[in-house]
Each structure stands twice: as structure tokens, then as C-alpha cells.
């Protein structure tokens, strides 16, 4: 059973940063891409970004320049490094193990964590 813990969410404010963290359990036998979703209330669950095994990542449009996915060198720990954090960035952040299909869509995504909250006040 693939297991994901999120860290590191919390309260900034408007252009500060966070780093937030993703452990798995082991994923050396199945190495999948894993990614990084949010959703804020009352909206569905977004793509923010993924890195896969090899270390190709992707971002959407509205962390470009902003947010950096890396991974450790275990690759059992994934990070979202989060600087010039807007209000709009509040949401719950999620990890995922992407399963098949293109990585920007949540349903292509087999496991998750439980979410970590980020709150950005103005």
C-alpha cells in the first residue's frame, strides 16, 4: 500500500514562502511521476506541479517562476518550494502517485496524501 504524508503548510502572508514536503513509502518498484495538487474551497482540485523519476518537471502557468518541485535524493521525499506566495494560493495541498494518462488531470493520480493546509492572508 502506497502511503503519502504531506508537511510543512501554515499561515503567510502575502509574499512570503513555504516549503511543503511529500514522504512516501518506498516507490522503487512502481517509480512513478508524483505531483502536486490544491484545491481551494468550493473549486475542483488543480495541478500545480510534477516531477517524475527521471527529474523532468512541469508546472501550471500560475506557479511558473514562483514554485519549484525538486526531490530528494532518496526520492521518497518530494518538495514544492513556494515563494511569492499570493491569497490566491490558499488551498489545500495535495501529493499524488500518478498512475497513467497525461499528469495536469487529478483522476490520473492512484494515490494521495491527506493534504496540507496553506493560508495566505493579504
Known amino acids: 500500500q502506497v502511503q503519502l504524508v504531506e508537511s510543512g503548510g501554515g499561515l503567510v502572508q502575502a509574499g512570503g514562502s513555504l516549503r511543503l514536503s511529500c514522504a512516501t513509502s518506498?516507490?522503487?518498484?512502481?517509480?512513478?511521476?508524483l505531483g502536486w495538487f490544491r484545491q481551494a474551497p468550493g473549486k475542483e482540485r488543480e495541478f500545480v506541479a510534477v516531477?517524475?523519476?527521471?527529474?523532468?518537471?512541469y508546472y501550471a502557468d500560475f506557479v511558473k517562476g514562483r514554485f519549484t518541485i525538486s526531490r530528494g535524493n532518496a526520492k521518497n521525499t518530494v518538495y514544492l518550494q513556494m515563494n511569492s506566495l499570493k491569497p490566491e494560493d490558499t488551498a489545500v495541498y495535495y501529493c499524488?502517485?500518478?498512475?497513467?494518462?497525461?499528469?495536469?488531470?487529478?483522476?490520473?493520480?492512484?494515490?494521495w496524501g491527506l493534504g496540507t493546509q496553506v493560508t495566505v492572508s493579504s
Open positions: 499524488g502517485t500518478h498512475s497513467l494518462g497525461d499528469y495536469w488531470t487529478s483522476r490520473n493520480y492512484d494515490y
Open positions: 516531477i517524475t523519476w527521471s527529474g523532468d518537471t
Open positions: 518506498d516507490l522503487t518498484y512502481s517509480r512513478p511521476a
